[in-house]
C-alpha cells in the first residue's frame, strides 16, 4: 500500500470514528477522501447566495454595504468643502425610548451657499466643487448615530414673494423594509426665517416643532474644528419626530 493510500485510508477511518452511531445514507457532497467531490458542491449556505433569498431579507445593509466614510460629508472629494464645518449627532429611538439599532440613516442637503447638487436647483448660488452634500450611516448598539458635514445656507424657494427655507438638513431612516421609510427635516436654533416659512409651520403643534430644531451641544463640538449639534429621533409614541409623508 503506498503512503498516499494509507492517508486516505486513515482519513476514512477518522471518518468513520466520527460517525459512530449516526447513519448516514446519502453520499456526502463534501467527502474529503474523495478529492474532486470538495470542488464539485456549494460551499457557502445558500441563505447567502440565492438571490431570491436575498430579496426576502432585504434590505440588507451591513458593514460592507455602509462604509464609514460615507457619513462625513467632508471628506468626499479632492479638496476641503467651503463653509462651517460641523458635526451632527444624536439617537434613534422608538416611542419607549428602545434604541433603534442598525438603522439606515441617510441626509442630504444644501451646500454653505445654499444650493443643492441637482439640475432642477437654479438657485444663482456658487456650487462647490468639494461638496456633494450626501451621506448615510448605521445606527449602533446604542441606536447612536452621527455626520460630520457643512452647515446648509438658506435658499430661495418660489414659494411666494420673498420665500426663503431655514438653513435644515433632510433625514431619511428605514424600518425594517422599504414601505417603512420616515423622512424629515432638521433645523438649528435660533433661525429668524422659522415664524416665515409656511413648510417649518405646517406642523401646528409649538412641541411638535421644537422636536424638530437641534440644539448646541458644546461637548459634541471639536475644538478649533467644528460646531457640534445634537438631534435625536423618535420613530413612533406620542413624542414621535414629525415627517413627511414618504
Not at 456526502?28 to 474532486?36: G, Q, T, V
Not at 432585504?58 to 467632508?74: R, S
Not at 432638521?186 to 416665515?196: A, K, W
Not at 471639536?222 to 449639534?229: F, R, S
Amino acid at each position: 500500500m503506498s503512503e498516499t493510500q494509507a492517508e486516505i485510508t486513515a482519513e476514512i477511518q477518522r471518518i468513520e470514528a466520527g460517525d459512530a452511531g449516526r447513519e448516514v445514507e446519502q453520499p456526502r457532497r463534501d467527502y474529503p477522501p474523495y478529492r474532486s467531490s470538495l470542488l464539485r458542491h456549494p460551499t457557502k449556505s445558500m441563505v447567502h447566495t440565492d438571490p431570491e433569498t436575498i430579496e426576502l431579507w432585504a434590505p440588507c445593509f451591513g458593514h460592507q454595504d455602509v462604509a464609514a466614510a460615507e457619513a462625513d460629508l467632508t471628506i468626499q472629494h479632492a479638496g476641503e468643502p467651503l463653509g462651517e464645518r460641523m458635526v451632527v449627532a444624536g439617537r434613534v429611538t422608538d416611542g419607549e425610548g428602545r434604541p433603534v439599532v442598525h438603522q439606515l440613516v441617510e441626509i442630504w442637503q444644501a451646500n454653505a451657499g445654499g444650493r443643492y447638487v441637482h439640475k432642477r436647483d437654479q438657485h444663482p448660488a456658487p456650487l462647490d466643487p468639494n461638496f456633494t452634500g450626501a451621506g448615510r450611516c448605521l445606527t449602533d448598539a446604542e441606536g447612536r448615530y452621527r455626520f460630520q458635514t457643512i452647515r446648509p445656507g438658506p435658499y430661495p424657494w418660489r414659494n411666494h414673494t420673498n420665500a426663503w427655507r431655514p438653513a435644515h438638513i433632510h433625514f431619511s431612516l428605514f424600518g425594517r423594509e422599504f414601505t417603512q421609510r420616515l423622512v424629515t427635516q432638521m433645523y438649528f436654533p435660533g433661525d429668524p426665517l422659522f415664524p416665515l416659512d409656511p413648510i417649518f409651520q405646517s406642523v401646528t403643534d409649538p412641541a411638535a416643532r421644537a422636536r424638530m430644531i437641534a440644539t448646541y451641544d458644546h461637548d459634541l463640538t471639536q475644538p478649533e474644528y467644528a460646531t457640534g449639534y445634537r438631534w435625536d429621533i423618535v420613530l413612533t409614541g406620542s413624542h414621535r419626530t414629525p415627517a413627511e409623508d414618504a
